[in-house]
């Protein structure tokens, strides 16, 4: 507020005090796994049975309305020329909520690909989310390429879920 004397004063409750983060959740694995799961290239949702699951992070929201900020980063290979396809998973639910996919050409070497999603909290109980990562063709290399693990395990996928108020 502006008085008439030209004195500005700040409220101490900001206007708008929406998207203040209330808990910060992370899970990171820098250690090399395979996996031979594979995941479509085509036009139907990715299933919980597909792929390889690679990470797994569990989460109490404060408040049902609030919302959830999900950020994966997904560091790997295939053997083969093929699409790397990683999928967000929410407690037992069959079909992704959500996925990307990165083209890659045998020989390439190594991907970074992330997956944000932002939703509405709804639940006030624990939920799990799960990131899959499928290929459909050749074999999966988690943080490592050819079934090797690169960069000394410094180089990890992630997932980190934040609450966030509306």
Same mark, same amino acid.
């Given at each position: 507020?502006?008085?008439?004397?030209? +004195?500005?004063?700040?409220?101490?409750?900001?206007?708008?005090?929406?998207?203040?983060?209330?808990?910060?959740?992370?899970?990171?694995?820098?250690?090399?796994?395979?996996?031979? *799961?594979?995941?479509?290239?085509?036009? %139907?949702?990715? @299933?919980?049975? &597909?792929?390889? &699951?690679? #990470?797994?992070?569990?989460?109490?929201?404060?408040?049902? *309305?609030?919302?959830?900020? /999900? &950020?994966?980063?997904?560091?790997?290979?295939?053997?083969?020329?093929? +699409?790397?396809?990683?999928?967000?998973? @929410?407690?037992?639910?069959?079909?992704?909520?959500?996925?990307?996919?990165?083209?890659?050409? &045998?020989?390439?070497?190594?991907?970074? /690909?992330? #997956?944000?999603?932002?939703?509405?909290?709804?639940?006030?109980?624990?939920?799990?989310?799960?990131?899959?990562?499928? +290929?459909?063709?050749?074999?999966? %290399? #988690?943080?490592?390429? *050819?079934?090797?693990?690169?960069?000394?395990?410094?180089? *990890?996928?992630?997932? %980190? /879920?934040?609450?966030?108020?509306?």
């Amino acid at each position: 507020a502006i008085a008439s004397n030209g +004195v500005v004063t700040f409220s101490q409750t900001p206007v708008g005090a929406g998207g203040a983060v209330v808990q910060v959740k992370n899970v990171q694995r820098g250690d090399m796994i395979t996996g031979t *799961s594979q995941i479509a290239a085509d036009d %139907t949702i990715p @299933q919980q049975s &597909e792929g390889t &699951e690679i #990470l797994t992070l569990e989460i109490t929201p404060t408040s049902a *309305s609030n919302k959830l900020l /999900i &950020e994966i980063i997904f560091f790997g290979s295939s053997s083969a020329t093929s +699409v790397l396809t990683p999928c967000l998973f @929410q407690d037992s639910t069959a079909g992704a909520i959500a996925s990307v996919t990165k083209y890659t050409e &045998e020989g390439t070497g190594t991907a970074t /690909i992330s #997956l944000n999603h932002y939703m509405t909290a709804g639940t006030t109980s624990a939920t799990t989310f799960k990131c899959r990562v499928g +290929v459909n063709a050749g074999t999966l %290399t #988690l943080n490592g390429y *050819s079934g090797t693990r690169k960069l000394g395990g410094v180089a *990890s996928s992630s997932m %980190t /879920i934040s609450e966030v108020t509306p």
